[in-house]
Nanobody
């Protein structure tokens, strides 16, 4: 499974961005797809995830109510819509996918087998 993340850029605080994660070679069926981010000098952290089959979604408390993860079946793409962005959202965002992610491990990066390259998001104050 190859993942391609895109959509990063520079945005002012309060603004919005939409990230995309596309797979090639297969669909996301039976997978859990997640977004993680890593800010300079900080550990990678969970942002959001979706269990493809059930469309169940999960969010980090820091983004709940501001970010939305969604999917487009036909395009085999997962989106991360980011609204009301804050400077602390600045990070490199990466998408990941796993076929054996158990519920309790959804927020753990070690649960995911496949990773796309990161896309940089900068939020200016």
């Amino acid at each position: 499974v190859q993942l391609q993340a895109s959509g990063g850029g520079l945005v002012q605080a309060g603004g919005s961005l939409r990230l995309s994660c596309t797979t090639s070679g297969r669909t996301f069926r039976d997978y859990t797809v997640a977004w993680f981010r890593q800010a300079p000098g900080k550990e990678r952290e969970f942002v959001a995830a979706m269990r493809w089959n059930s469309r169940t979604t999960f969010y980090a408390d820091s983004v709940k109510g501001r970010f939305t993860i969604s999917r487009d079946n036909a395009k085999s793409t997962v989106y991360l819509e980011m609204n009301s962005m804050k400077p602390e959202d600045t990070a490199v965002y990466s998408c990941a996918a796993g076929s054996r992610v158990i519920l309790s491990s959804t927020r753990s990066s070690s649960a995911y087998d496949y990773w796309g390259q990161g896309t940089k998001v900068t939020v200016s104050s």
